[in-house]
């Protein structure tokens, strides 16, 4: 018995598909191994039982240090599991693309309508509120990117759901991370780390609502003009890149974006002329 268990095969740690890597936590709440979850054209994922075989420190989805997990599960009583404590989500269908792109038109139309709104208030001096909109307004965007990079098939449909109901995710999706080998970006995929749109969540929110930190009134109204203008303009410049990728590439996610690149840049090359013996 005791030789049984020398021998017996050490628990997973993470899960890798050399570029991707998740904690056992996230890949158990997204059903990381069931068919379907991931593109069909994404590496498979494989198990990672070393520590010394991890290819980076954290989780690309929930940025749990990799080896603190590890320390932690040792801690934990014999037999129960550190995804015991984590409610399994299970996706909903994938819509048709046909629906997904309506979804996106939908978001992108409501994005440009909340900025519209947050000027007209900025316009009333409300500028607590236009802040708030305007910020509302980048996480419509950043919905546009998500269900561009799902179409594409740069970003799981088992996430999907978890990005867009989540505020602190939408921010951080605004700047995803981007791996990829081919210049066009055929082979891009796409990951966010969550913790990125906390700062971005917190000052929408203090824009709407008085909070107490550390015997401290916090009110809305130390909002100025100037940030509810910049909030604005972000907004705007947002939608505007937005606009642009579609005008040249049809498409608003991570492999249209670096294809629409490429071809930017090809067409930027100066022309050999050839000379005439004329």
Known sequence: MGAMEKHKP???IA????????????ADEINLLDEGAMPTNWLPFGPIDNVDDLPQKRCDRCETVLREAVRQSRRRMPGRKASDTVPKRRSAPRPSDDVLR?????????ASQL??????LLCHGHSARALALAHTAREEAAKVNLIGDVLEGAFPWAEFDVVFRDHSCKYAYLNRSVTYSDPAGVDAIASYVRSLGGPEFEERQRALFVDLAV???LEPSVFTREDAAAAIQAGRDEL?????QLLLTGGTGVRSGLAGLSTVRSLGRPRRHRRSNV
């Open 240 to 244: 505007q890149a937005l606009n642009a």
């Open 10 to 12: 050490k628990a997973p």
């Open 102 to 110: 309506d979804l996106a038109r939908a978001c992108h139309r409501n």
């Open 15 to 26: 899960y890798t598909n050399t570029q991707l890597v998740y904690c056992t936590e996230c």
């Open 115 to 120: 900025l519209s709104e947050a000027e007209l």
């Open 215 to 217: 015997s401290r009134i």
